[in-house]
């Protein structure tokens, strides 16, 4: 029989408003409409591939306003927009658009994942995800194509003023 572990959740730990704030964030104004009947966890494929991804467990979570659990979690980062979960549901959750309220949320408390910081670092400094060296840019000239000019500043401007630096170098 397979282990089961049990947890005790202290309710001074709880903050009730949680649920508030994920309604007044954009995305989030169905959230209270979720009845747990487990449709969205049924056509997941990022369920299916872990265990630690479940959007009824999530919201279930997020109700019970266990704030610092969810938004500390990686689990919110894992949903995959595939919006299978948005076509099934009876209650018209639409549990993609709830992930991002939640990820805005979290970001605004400075819990971004290490792969969102690397890639963030890599626009600022390089205006692209991928490094182009001066290997790459002679293999483009060989095969006939210009070489690719870094325009770090131009990307770096963008993301200065859209905070994304800010949020991420914090």
Not at 50 to 67: F, H, Q
Request: hydrophobic share 35%; charged share 30%; glycine share 8%.
């Amino acid at each position: 029989m397979p282990e089961t572990r049990e947890r005790i959740i202290d309710v001074g730990d709880l903050e009730p408003n949680f649920r508030n704030e994920i309604l007044a964030e954009p995305g989030g104004e169905r959230f209270m409409r979720c009845f747990s009947c487990g449709t969205c966890v049924a056509g997941c494929p990022v369920a299916g591939m872990t265990e630690k991804y479940n959007p009824r467990r999530i919201v279930r979570m997020a109700l019970l306003g266990m704030r610092q659990e969810v938004l500390a979690s990686e689990f919110v980062w894992l949903c995959s927009t595939c919006y299978t979960c948005y076509e099934r549901c009876p209650q018209d959750v639409h549990i993609p658009d709830l992930m991002n309220a939640i990820r805005n949320i979290a970001v605004r408390e400075g819990h971004v994942p290490p792969a969102f910081r690397q890639q963030a670092e890599l626009l600022r400094d390089h205006g692209r995800l991928y490094e182009i060296t001066n290997y790459e840019n002679q293999r483009r000239q060989e095969a006939g194509l210009p070489p690719i000019q870094e325009r770090g500043d131009e990307v770096r401007r963008i993301l200065v003023r859209s905070g994304v630096l800010e949020e991420v170098e914090s």
